[in-house]
């Protein structure tokens, strides 16, 4: 039953909400949601064989009472996307490897949400004895059953609210991860306006919230700008790739600290991701680009030779 409503919507089920359960600040895309919830993400720290047990507290927003059913599943990131999620589907659940929506109970099916008023939902997650350390997931969360939730069908604003849950089983964990490519998306600008195109792959055990910072030097090998990596805080789920994209911009071709920045430029990207051992490992990787103001070159030639013509000419007419 969720297989075909996640199949009839492309299987996408936006998490914004994740982003906060993974150290970023959420940017809420969906926002017809007619659901309140709490918490809006979850991190917690469990051994194999720990039975933990919590509750979740909704509410409805809208003015008309509905019922909505529960569901549980994991989530993976969607391709090359830091920061976002997708819901998996029944066949991509039974292959998950760090999925952890089996090890939780409800203890309800269905819930009858009135308007303002709150609504407890309590869970119980059973860790395996047997599970490796690592990190896992799962997301509780409701669909309508005015959109035929029980059915099969729905409207796509209408996947109401719910809770990303991280499971952090053990208490050491990998935290590894590879650049595998820093570059700016063209060789030549005319103007100072460079997107800066960041790969990373987490090799690790758990999620990693990549940062840093971006240096920009001129052909004088001053330093003209200096930009934050991922400044959105975007993360990537354990055995994920990720791609990022870093903005420069400025009006004309002087810095605020007055330098120059035409010709050559050199880009220099220093990145940490370890938040057990912050500073022990660090990404780092060189770019080069050009800034050529043609229109402006072009621009100052043909004044330089307008001036040069007059000049000339007016020494023809004096020798005359």
């Known amino acids: 039953m969720i297989l075909k409503i996640l199949k009839e919507y492309n299987r996408i089920f936006l998490l914004p909400i994740i982003l906060l359960c993974l150290g970023a600040t959420p940017i809420l895309a969906q926002s017809a949601l007619s659901i309140g919830v709490s918490p809006t993400s979850k991190v917690i720290k469990v051994s194999p064989g720990d039975v933990f047990s919590d509750e979740i507290v909704f509410w409805n927003l809208s003015e008309t009472a509905d019922t909505y059913y529960i569901y549980i599943r994991g989530f993976r990131q969607i391709e090359n996307q830091p920061g976002t999620a997708i819901i998996l589907t029944d066949e991509e659940e039974s292959k998950a490897l760090y999925s952890a929506s089996k090890w939780i109970t409800v203890d309800k099916e269905s819930m009858y949400l009135e308007p303002n008023k709150n ?161 022990f490992a660090t990404l780092s990787a060189e770019t080069t680009f050009w800034i050529i103001p043609w229109k402006l070159i072009i621009a100052i030639c043909v004044v330089l030779l307008t001036g040069i013509i007059i000049f000339v000419s007016k020494k023809k007419i004096q020798r005359r």
């Open 119 to 279: 609504t407890k939902l309590r869970y119980t997650i059973n860790v395996p004895r047997d599970i490796t350390n690592g990190e896992y997931n799962a997301q509780i969360f409701l669909i309508s059953e005015s959109e035929g939730g029980a059915q099969g069908t729905m409207t796509f604003a209408n996947l109401a609210a719910g809770t990303p849950i991280l499971l952090q089983v053990g208490d050491e964990f990998v935290e590894n991860a590879e650049l595998l490519r820093f570059m700016a998306d063209k060789k030549t600008y005319e103007r100072v306006n460079v997107d800066f195109l960041t790969q990373i792959k987490n090799l690790g055990d758990t999620h990693i919230t990549p940062a840093g910072e971006i240096v920009i030097e001129n052909i004088f090998k001053q330093e003209v700008a200096r930009i934050p990596f991922n400044r959105n805080r975007q993360s990537l789920l354990r055995d994920n790739l990720g791609n990022y994209i870093d903005n420069w911009s400025q009006s004309g071709y002087i810095s605020p600290a007055k330098m120059l920045t035409i010709g050559p430029m050199k880009a220099k990207l220093l990145v940490t991701y370890r938040s057990m051992q912050p500073g």
